[in-house]
């Protein structure tokens, strides 16, 4: 492919790009003219970089220097619109091909943008004539629903964008259908560089074994609306926003309609300003919705995977992860919806709900994305299981709870450190449970005037006993649930008659002196 001097100068020049869209496009031209005319390239940037700001560039630059045309293809029918008024923007004419577009005057048009689904059915029709597209543009393309389509441009040139080069396929690895990745500019170059916003992560852990994994490598919907629809996780949900987002503008992402359903009542009945979004909203309501969205400075807005994707709002001030998963490209989405820079706006809360921090690392890592394209099964491998992620896991008072017991010094108790070492003194394991009692008697004790005090505190301590169980359960490899319940139940009683017994020998052993009476 030759390129002339005035091609070059136009591309120096640009049109309101940055330094690094500049470069990128110089990157993405150089590939073309030094590959055939069939070369699959594949290019990562980040959500919020400007990947549709470059691909519009290349289009212009293409369709004046070159004969042929150009096929945009998205997987959502917004991203369509939003990619048509893109390249208007750019002073592309083109054509959307919708399923109600007339192609009659397909011959005046250069540049076509159309959904996967979309143009299948017309090209299977023998709809649309594309003899003389040269360059294909793939948004999204880690989605496998484009490479069906692949067959049909065999002749032309494809350039796949996306933000994470992992096939949202296991089976299908992104390496098999593209010849090379140009890796884009980092997120944490972006953030220094003031092109985006820094995430400040908050964590809860959450206990995820019940979880089911479905066909699609991601836990299912059904397991996920059993977890987050309970009362104990709509609670931990409420505390987390109450804590890290009250008062900011909030997207909330869940895996179910029903769990998103279960949000609304909960933020409703708390008195927060909260909508709900998913994919059987008609587009009026839909619109309705986010129009409220950006004008309520404290909106919440709880949603189903509709808003993962071709949804810029950068007024979002927090995220909430309210589910789980497996996919590293959904995290890298999902953050990436708050990542938008405003003047007065340089950072932004993500409250992880789902352990997906545990799991993929700080959103912004500097992953090797060219070791991620070319094995992904080796990164894959690597991620860590949910009771891998649990085992690691270590039990925070919230900060409310924490300030009941601000006379202890430390109110953390390791099980398994307890288990190990009474093993290795030839005692039974049963002796971790009731030396846990008497460390959770010590620091209600500490912060207890007399025993009702004390029986009080003990009450407040359900997460961190439930805690305790799950972990001690594991320690011995008996996890059943009723054994699992029957344990804490038990072991309520037993601090509770501990503390009734023993209240005054503690509390002299901490102060020196008798309880008064």
């Known amino acids: 492919m030759s390129i002339s001097k005035t091609e070059l100068e136009e591309r120096k020049a640009g049109k309101d790009l940055y330094s690094y869209q500049r470069g990128a496009i110089n990157k993405i031209f150089k590939a073309f003219e030094e590959s055939p005319d069939d070369y699959h390239l594949l290019y990562q940037l980040p959500t919020g970089g400007g990947k549709t700001v470059i691909f519009s560039e290349i289009v212009r ?267 590293l490209t959904l995290y890298y989405q999902m953050i990436g919806r708050g990542s938008r820079i405003l003047k007065n706006k340089k950072t932004f809360s993500v409250i992880d709900l789902g352990n997906n921090f545990h799991r993929f690392g700080p959103w912004g890592d500097n992953l090797d994305w060219q070791r991620i394209f070319k094995s992904p099964n080796y990164y894959l491998d690597s991620i860590l299981s949910d009771e891998d992620l649990e085992s690691n896991f270590r039990y925070e008072m919230p900060d409310e709870l924490r300030a009941e017991f601000s006379k202890s010094k430390e109110v953390y108790f390791d099980i398994q450190k307890t288990y190990v070492d009474s093993i290795r003194n030839g005692e039974t394991s049963k002796v971790v449970l009731e030396r846990s009692i008497e460390q959770h008697a010590k620091i209600c004790v500490e912060n207890s005037e007399d025993v009702y005090d004390a029986l009080g505190l003990a009450k407040m301590l359900g997460d961190d006993i439930d805690f305790r169980i799950q972990r001690y359960t594991k320690c011995i490899s008996k996890s059943t649930f009723n054994f699992v319940e029957w344990l804490k139940d038990d072991y309520r009683k037993k601090l509770n008659s501990y503390l009734r017994a023993n209240f005054d020998a503690v509390f002299e052993s901490i102060h020196g002196y008798p309880p008064e009476d």
């Open 61 to 327: 630059q293409y369709l004046k220097h070159h004969k042929k045309k150009v096929l945009v293809m998205t997987h959502r029918i917004e991203l369509c619109k939003q990619t048509s008024t893109m390249l208007t923007e750019f002073e592309v004419v083109n054509k959307v091909i919708d399923s109600k577009a007339d192609l009659s005057d397909q011959g005046n048009y250069s540049c076509f943008v159309a959904m996967v689904e979309t143009l299948n059915n017309r090209l299977n029709d023998d709809k649309l004539d594309i003899s003389d597209i040269g360059l294909v543009i793939i948004d999204e393309a880690h989605y496998n629903s484009f490479t069906k389509l692949f067959k049909f441009f065999s002749q032309s040139f494809i350039l796949g964008v996306t933000a994470t080069p992992l096939s949202s396929s296991i089976e299908l690895p992104m390496t098999d259908n593209y010849d090379e990745l140009i890796v884009g500019e980092s997120i944490e170059s972006l953030i220094e560089n003031g092109f985006l916003a820094r995430a400040e992560m908050f964590t809860y852990n959450v206990g995820l074994t019940s979880l089911v994994v479905g066909a699609n490598g991601d836990y299912t919907v059904k397991s996920s609306e059993d977890l987050y629809t309970d009362n104990d996780m709509l609670t931990k949900l409420l505390h987390a926003y109450e804590e890290r987002s009250k008062g900011k503008k909030t997207l909330i992402f869940n895996n179910g309609i029903n769990t998103s359903l279960h949000v609304y009542d909960t933020f409703r009945r708390a008195g927060y300003p909260v909508a709900h979004l998913d994919n059987t909203n008609t587009k009026k309501e839909r619109a309705m919705i986010l129009k409220w969205f950006k004008k309520t400075p404290d909106a919440v807005l709880t949603s189903v995977s509709i808003l993962t994707t071709g949804f810029d709002e950068p007024t979002v001030e927090s995220i909430i992860l309210n589910r789980a998963t497996k996919s």
